[in-house]
């Protein structure tokens, strides 16, 4: 099934199925998956999703910068930003994604974007301006998320106004303007919605690794591997 058949691809050029870049350096993917969401908790308890999916990101050695359950095209859906290193540990790679899920299967869309040979100058600056003594703070989705990245106060949307350039800065706005846009096929939006009782009983979880294509893989995980280029 082709989940999501229309949305605002203005600056995006096709470079393959599914897969689009811009002139800043940004990939735009759609993915469809067959599978039950491995969403680690129902939408209708945010507080829960998002306490999971912390720790599942962290525990994989990224770190959620933010997520919120929301709609896309008129379906609920659930929206991450995620910060994973770069394969060759120099700088981050900025992911940010809405998932449909409906009873059996999920549509994605992702945006992510990498730092370039300049690195850490967003937070440099921030911690800066704030202090050290509160530029790093607990997770606001759970004070037992450690491991991963860490979280800081330099991710946070307040700043991007200040960094217009920076990949963080690209993702979330470009994610905030294409989501309105997405049209969802008759057939997706007809299926059985996610329901509690579909959800998985354990909150596995996998964080995006930047090493691999962004390209729509043939299975729900996309967000094992993303494409940084």
């Known amino acids: 099934m082709t989940a999501i058949t229309g949305m605002d691809l203005t600056g995006f050029t096709e470079r393959e199925a599914g897969v689009w870049t811009d002139e800043r350096g940004l990939v735009l ?33 990224a770190g959620l910068i933010e997520a919120a359950c929301g709609e896309v095209g008129s379906l609920p859906a659930v929206r991450q930003l995620v910060k994973v290193r770069r394969p060759d540990g120099h700088g981050q790679v900025f992911i940010g994604s809405w998932t449909v899920p409906r009873a059996v299967c999920s549509a994605v869309v992702k945006v992510q974007a990498g730092e370039g040979p300049m690195t850490g100058l967003r937070e440099a600056l921030v911690l800066d301006q704030v202090g050290p003594e509160r530029y790093f703070t607990p997770h606001p989705y759970g004070p037992d998320i450690t491991g991963g990245l860490p ?79």
Do not use: K, Q
Not at 41 to 60: C, I, Q
Not at 166 to 178: G, N
Not at 202 to 215: L, N, R, V
């Open 29 to 61: 993917s759609v993915h469809f998956f067959d599978l039950v969401p491995d969403l680690p908790a129902p939408l209708d308890r945010p507080e829960l999703l998002r306490h999971a999916l912390a720790r599942s990101v962290a525990a994989a050695g």
């Open 151 to 229: 979280h800081h106060v330099a991710d946070a949307e307040e700043w991007d106004a200040r960094f217009p350039d920076h990949p963080l800065t690209h993702v979330r706005t470009t994610l905030a303007r294409i989501a309105p846009t997405v049209v969802l096929h008759d057939g997706f939006t007809s299926l059985p919605p996610f329901a509690p009782d579909t959800a998985p009983d354990s909150a596995p979880g996998t964080a995006p690794d930047a090493s691999a294509p962004a390209g729509p893989p043939a299975r729900r995980r996309w967000f094992r591997r993303g494409r940084s280029d």
